[in-house]
Protein backbone atom coordinates (compact mmCIF):
# COMPACT_ATOMS: atom_id res chain seq x y z
CA UNK A 1 0.00 0.00 0.00
CA UNK A 2 1.76 3.50 -0.72
CA UNK A 3 1.77 5.84 1.96
CA UNK A 4 4.17 7.28 4.54
CA UNK A 5 6.06 4.32 7.04
CA UNK A 6 6.91 6.11 10.43
CA UNK A 7 8.93 4.42 13.30
CA UNK A 8 8.45 4.07 16.10
CA UNK A 9 4.89 4.25 17.00
CA UNK A 10 5.81 5.47 20.28
CA UNK A 11 8.67 5.78 22.54
CA UNK A 12 9.25 6.77 26.15
CA UNK A 13 12.89 8.11 26.83
CA UNK A 14 15.21 10.17 29.12
CA UNK A 15 16.03 13.54 28.93
CA UNK A 16 19.18 13.80 27.30
CA UNK A 17 19.27 10.93 25.34
CA UNK A 18 19.31 10.79 21.81
CA UNK A 19 16.34 9.36 19.39
CA UNK A 20 16.14 9.66 15.58
CA UNK A 21 12.34 9.01 14.41
CA UNK A 22 12.27 7.50 10.84
CA UNK A 23 10.32 8.33 7.86
CA UNK A 24 10.01 6.41 4.47
CA UNK A 25 7.56 7.42 1.78
CA UNK A 26 7.07 4.89 -1.15
CA UNK A 27 4.67 7.73 -3.54
CA UNK A 28 8.21 9.46 -4.94
CA UNK A 29 7.00 12.77 -3.16
CA UNK A 30 9.74 15.23 -3.85
CA UNK A 31 8.63 17.35 -0.68
CA UNK A 32 8.82 16.03 2.69
CA UNK A 33 7.70 17.47 6.21
CA UNK A 34 8.04 17.07 9.64
CA UNK A 35 5.45 18.07 12.25
CA UNK A 36 4.56 18.23 15.83
CA UNK A 37 0.94 17.90 17.28
CA UNK A 38 0.64 19.32 20.57
CA UNK A 39 -3.27 19.62 22.14
CA UNK A 40 -4.73 23.08 21.63
CA UNK A 41 -2.04 24.09 19.01
CA UNK A 42 -1.78 23.75 15.15
CA UNK A 43 0.24 21.67 13.98
CA UNK A 44 3.49 23.03 13.72
CA UNK A 45 6.39 22.63 11.27
CA UNK A 46 9.98 21.73 12.20
CA UNK A 47 11.85 20.90 9.15
CA UNK A 48 11.04 20.07 5.58
CA UNK A 49 12.87 19.31 1.96
CA UNK A 50 11.72 20.38 -1.10
CA UNK A 51 14.16 18.02 -2.62
CA UNK A 52 16.61 15.05 -2.22
CA UNK A 53 19.34 16.40 -0.83
CA UNK A 54 18.02 20.23 0.30
CA UNK A 55 16.33 20.80 3.78
CA UNK A 56 15.01 23.78 5.30
CA UNK A 57 14.10 24.92 8.60
CA UNK A 58 10.42 25.27 9.89
CA UNK A 59 8.77 27.36 12.45
CA UNK A 60 10.11 25.39 15.73
CA UNK A 61 13.21 24.03 14.23
CA UNK A 62 15.40 24.39 17.65
CA UNK A 63 16.58 20.89 19.04
CA UNK A 64 16.04 19.24 15.91
CA UNK A 65 17.65 18.17 12.56
CA UNK A 66 17.32 16.56 9.47
CA UNK A 67 18.59 15.11 6.71
CA UNK A 68 17.39 13.90 3.33
CA UNK A 69 19.98 11.46 1.16
CA UNK A 70 17.41 9.93 -1.19
CA UNK A 71 14.00 10.52 -2.34
CA UNK A 72 11.63 8.41 -0.20
CA UNK A 73 13.82 8.86 3.57
CA UNK A 74 12.89 11.77 6.16
CA UNK A 75 14.35 11.00 9.80
CA UNK A 76 14.35 13.85 12.40
CA UNK A 77 16.75 13.25 15.02
CA UNK A 78 16.62 15.22 18.51
CA UNK A 79 19.97 15.48 19.65
CA UNK A 80 19.29 15.57 23.08
CA UNK A 81 15.62 15.61 24.55
CA UNK A 82 14.39 17.87 26.33
CA UNK A 83 10.56 17.75 28.30
CA UNK A 84 9.18 19.95 26.24
CA UNK A 85 10.11 17.93 22.73
CA UNK A 86 7.28 15.45 24.18
CA UNK A 87 4.47 15.43 21.52
CA UNK A 88 2.96 13.52 18.37
CA UNK A 89 5.33 14.02 15.47
CA UNK A 90 3.94 13.40 11.87
CA UNK A 91 6.19 12.81 8.98
CA UNK A 92 4.34 14.51 5.56
CA UNK A 93 4.95 14.65 1.91
CA UNK A 94 3.30 15.97 -1.14
CA UNK A 95 4.02 16.24 -4.66
CA UNK A 96 5.45 19.65 -4.38
CA UNK A 97 5.45 21.80 -7.70
CA UNK A 98 3.18 23.92 -10.17
CA UNK A 99 0.22 25.83 -9.00
CA UNK A 100 -1.83 22.99 -7.87
CA UNK A 101 -3.04 21.81 -4.36
CA UNK A 102 0.15 20.11 -3.34
CA UNK A 103 -1.89 17.96 -0.97
CA UNK A 104 0.01 16.44 2.18
CA UNK A 105 -0.27 13.04 2.08
CA UNK A 106 0.73 12.50 6.42
CA UNK A 107 1.88 9.36 8.35
CA UNK A 108 0.09 7.72 11.32
CA UNK A 109 2.37 9.44 13.21
CA UNK A 110 4.63 8.73 16.64
CA UNK A 111 4.06 9.27 20.07
CA UNK A 112 7.20 10.62 22.00
CA UNK A 113 7.42 11.23 25.84
CA UNK A 114 10.84 12.56 27.38
CA UNK A 115 10.47 12.47 30.79
CA UNK B 1 1.38 37.67 13.32
CA UNK B 2 -0.57 34.95 10.92
CA UNK B 3 -3.79 33.01 12.67
CA UNK B 4 -6.10 30.89 11.85
CA UNK B 5 -9.46 30.70 14.14
CA UNK B 6 -11.70 28.02 14.19
CA UNK B 7 -14.12 26.81 17.19
CA UNK B 8 -12.71 24.24 19.60
CA UNK B 9 -15.41 21.96 19.82
CA UNK B 10 -18.79 21.17 18.58
CA UNK B 11 -21.80 18.96 19.18
CA UNK B 12 -24.34 17.94 16.18
CA UNK B 13 -27.17 15.00 16.07
CA UNK B 14 -26.83 12.24 13.85
CA UNK B 15 -28.45 12.54 10.24
CA UNK B 16 -28.31 16.48 10.76
CA UNK B 17 -26.32 19.19 9.17
CA UNK B 18 -23.09 20.66 10.83
CA UNK B 19 -20.74 23.86 9.63
CA UNK B 20 -17.60 24.56 10.71
CA UNK B 21 -16.02 28.21 10.50
CA UNK B 22 -12.48 29.43 10.26
CA UNK B 23 -11.44 32.41 10.26
CA UNK B 24 -7.91 33.64 8.90
CA UNK B 25 -5.67 36.20 9.16
CA UNK B 26 -2.57 35.77 7.08
CA UNK B 27 0.59 37.03 5.01
CA UNK B 28 -1.13 36.62 1.73
CA UNK B 29 -3.15 33.91 0.20
CA UNK B 30 -2.32 30.63 -1.83
CA UNK B 31 -5.27 28.07 -1.43
CA UNK B 32 -7.36 26.83 2.20
CA UNK B 33 -7.36 22.87 2.77
CA UNK B 34 -9.58 21.17 5.20
CA UNK B 35 -8.26 17.89 6.62
CA UNK B 36 -9.97 15.26 8.85
CA UNK B 37 -8.38 13.59 11.70
CA UNK B 38 -9.86 10.99 13.61
CA UNK B 39 -8.31 10.32 17.00
CA UNK B 40 -5.13 8.79 17.58
CA UNK B 41 -4.67 9.00 13.73
CA UNK B 42 -2.99 11.22 10.98
CA UNK B 43 -4.62 14.19 9.46
CA UNK B 44 -6.42 13.19 5.92
CA UNK B 45 -7.12 15.34 2.93
CA UNK B 46 -10.62 16.90 2.84
CA UNK B 47 -10.68 19.90 0.32
CA UNK B 48 -8.90 22.69 -1.18
CA UNK B 49 -10.20 26.49 -2.12
CA UNK B 50 -8.40 28.81 -3.69
CA UNK B 51 -11.22 30.82 -5.52
CA UNK B 52 -14.51 32.00 -3.43
CA UNK B 53 -17.31 29.84 -3.97
CA UNK B 54 -18.67 26.35 -2.65
CA UNK B 55 -16.54 23.33 -3.28
CA UNK B 56 -18.79 20.04 -3.07
CA UNK B 57 -17.91 16.61 -2.76
CA UNK B 58 -20.42 14.18 -1.54
CA UNK B 59 -21.73 14.93 1.61
CA UNK B 60 -19.04 17.15 2.14
CA UNK B 61 -18.66 21.08 1.36
CA UNK B 62 -16.27 23.57 1.53
CA UNK B 63 -16.52 27.54 1.23
CA UNK B 64 -14.57 30.65 0.39
CA UNK B 65 -14.54 34.08 0.64
CA UNK B 66 -11.23 36.03 0.25
CA UNK B 67 -12.08 38.83 0.64
CA UNK B 68 -13.21 38.32 4.38
CA UNK B 69 -10.73 35.84 4.82
CA UNK B 70 -13.44 33.10 5.56
CA UNK B 71 -14.26 29.90 4.78
CA UNK B 72 -16.56 27.13 6.17
CA UNK B 73 -16.79 23.32 6.09
CA UNK B 74 -20.30 21.93 5.92
CA UNK B 75 -21.33 18.42 6.73
CA UNK B 76 -24.70 17.09 5.80
CA UNK B 77 -26.22 13.57 6.91
CA UNK B 78 -24.13 13.65 9.91
CA UNK B 79 -22.78 9.62 10.29
CA UNK B 80 -20.82 8.53 13.71
CA UNK B 81 -18.00 7.92 11.66
CA UNK B 82 -17.44 11.71 11.13
CA UNK B 83 -16.94 12.18 14.63
CA UNK B 84 -13.19 13.98 13.94
CA UNK B 85 -11.66 16.76 14.47
CA UNK B 86 -11.71 18.82 11.44
CA UNK B 87 -8.14 21.05 10.99
CA UNK B 88 -8.22 24.41 8.50
CA UNK B 89 -4.80 25.48 7.07
CA UNK B 90 -3.97 28.47 4.87
CA UNK B 91 -0.87 28.74 2.84
CA UNK B 92 -0.01 31.97 2.69
CA UNK B 93 2.27 34.01 -0.25
CA UNK B 94 5.18 32.10 0.91
CA UNK B 95 4.07 28.98 0.27
CA UNK B 96 4.17 27.78 4.01
CA UNK B 97 1.11 26.19 5.36
CA UNK B 98 -0.82 27.93 8.87
CA UNK B 99 -2.27 25.23 10.58
CA UNK B 100 -5.46 26.07 12.97
CA UNK B 101 -5.88 23.97 16.08
CA UNK B 102 -8.61 21.91 15.08
CA UNK B 103 -12.48 21.97 15.67
CA UNK B 104 -13.53 18.04 17.41
CA UNK B 105 -16.72 17.51 16.08
CA UNK B 106 -18.94 14.98 18.52
CA UNK B 107 -21.72 13.80 16.73
CA UNK B 108 -24.72 12.24 19.13
CA UNK B 109 -26.87 9.61 18.10
Known amino acids: IAGITQAPTSQILAAGRRMTLRCTQD?????MYWYRQDLGLGLRLIHY???????GKGEVPDGYSVSRANTDDFPLTLASAVPSQTSVYFC??????????????FGAGSRLTVL | GQNIDQPTEMTATEGAIVQINCTYQ??????LFWYQQHAGEAPTFLSY??LDGLEEKGRFSSFLSRSKGYSYLLLKELQMKDSASYLC??????????WGAGTKLIIKP
Open chain 1, 27 to 31: MRHNA
Open chain 2, 49 to 50: NV
Open chain 2, 26 to 31: TSGFNG
Open chain 1, 49 to 55: SNTAGTT
Open chain 2, 89 to 98: AVRNSNYQLI
Open chain 1, 92 to 105: ASSDRGGSGANVLT
